[in-house]
């Protein structure tokens, strides 16, 4: 059993998270990750509208009497979804866990500190986890520069980012990227992080709710397989290496702007990728840590494999090295 100020404070078996993902983060996979004993998110926008959020965490808690969360992240948008709908719908229903990415989530603390709610706010550098840390949220989750998505414009990988964090922060850490297996877990917690957030690994889970192509294919690229797109706009995206992928990035190359590329990476062609299995429809979210990828085990082996190599790590091969 490993216990962390992670598992304390959010009440968690495991020091392992499963954070929100686009499309990705339904009430099938959140349950199975609760039900493992770690922590799963439900992604709040995936939902079409906060009645339907209702409907899924309704339906999480069907499947499991585990804790589990959602995840809201806040953006700029031209045309915003309602967030304050979304937040009153996650505490109309009891939940007690979020994860909130994006935007600072200050103007909704109060509603979740009255609500009884612990928040995880994901971050990517340590001055934006120092400013939430300020303003009252339980833990951050620290980003490194191999992680799906956003990692920020700094480009700091995890093995400075975390003990960078670990030393300026006093509220738990979890590490998220590169990371999909037990050597993962107990290098972040070497570096002082308290547990570790884990997007393309859980990606590649038979509960998954992505077609069976995609976790294929995430088992077949490398560490290399990834493609850095927005880099010339400053908002950074890490994405799988496709044809779409690389057109966007060559565009970028020659001086593109947005309006260049916006129909190529339309949210509704990545959504294609995961239901369809099409994978040039898109852009879709996958980080390096694919080239850890080797197989498409359930949650439940996937967590309890980790857990218990991590222990045989800690108490073997590096206990060996202590003379």
């Not at 490993?2 to 968690?12: A, K, M, P």
């Not at 995880?120 to 400013?131: E, G, N």
């Not at 995961?274 to 040039?280: A, M, N, R, S, V």
């Amino acid at each position: 059993m490993l216990r962390t100020r992670f598992t304390e404070t959010f009440g968690i078996e495991h020091p392992i998270v499963q954070g929100g993902m686009m499309w990705v983060g339904r009430a099938e996979l959140v349950a199975a990750v609760a039900n493992a004993g770690a922590l799963g998110f439900l992604t709040a926008l995936t939902q079409p509208t906060p009645d339907a959020l209702r409907a899924e965490i309704a339906k999480v808690r069907d499947l499991t009497d585990k804790p589990f969360g959602v995840n809201l992240t806040i953006l700029p948008s031209i045309n915003p979804p309602p967030y304050q709908e979304y937040a009153e719908a996650i505490i109309d229903s009891g939940v007690k866990l979020v994860e909130t990415a994006g935007s600072n989530p200050e103007p909704f603390l109060p509603a979740y500190r009255e609500a009884g709610i612990k928040v995880l706010h994901k971050c990517t550098s340590v001055r934006h986890a120092l400013k939430a840390q300020t303003i009252g949220v339980d833990g951050v989750s620290i980003d490194g520069f191999e992680c799906a998505g956003h990692p920020g414009e700094d480009d700091v990988p995890g093995l400075v980012l975390i003990p960078a964090a670990a030393r300026a922060l006093t509220i738990p850490i979890i590490a998220s990227g590169g990371i999909a297996d037990a050597r993962g877990l107990v290098a972040a917690l070497a570096l002082g992080a308290d547990g570790v957030n884990m997007g393309t690994r859980f990606l590649c889970t038979e509960e998954s709710p992505v077609h069976r192509k995609v976790k294929e294919q995430i088992v077949a690229h490398t560490e290399r397989s990834t493609q850095m797109i927005f880099r010339t706009m400053h908002n950074s995206a890490r994405v799988a290496d496709n044809e779409i992928s690389r057109k966007v990035v060559e565009i970028e190359k020659a001086g593109g702007k947005f309006e260049d590329v916006r129909e190529l990476v339309a949210g509704a062609r990545g959504r294609r990728v995961f239901e369809e299995g099409d994978l040039d429809a898109g852009i879709w979210s996958a980080g390096q840590a694919q080239g850890l990828i080797e197989d498409i085990p359930t949650c439940a082996e996937l967590i309890s494999r980790m857990v218990a190599e991590a222990e045989q790590l800690i108490n073997s091969r590096l206990a060996s090295f202590v003379a």
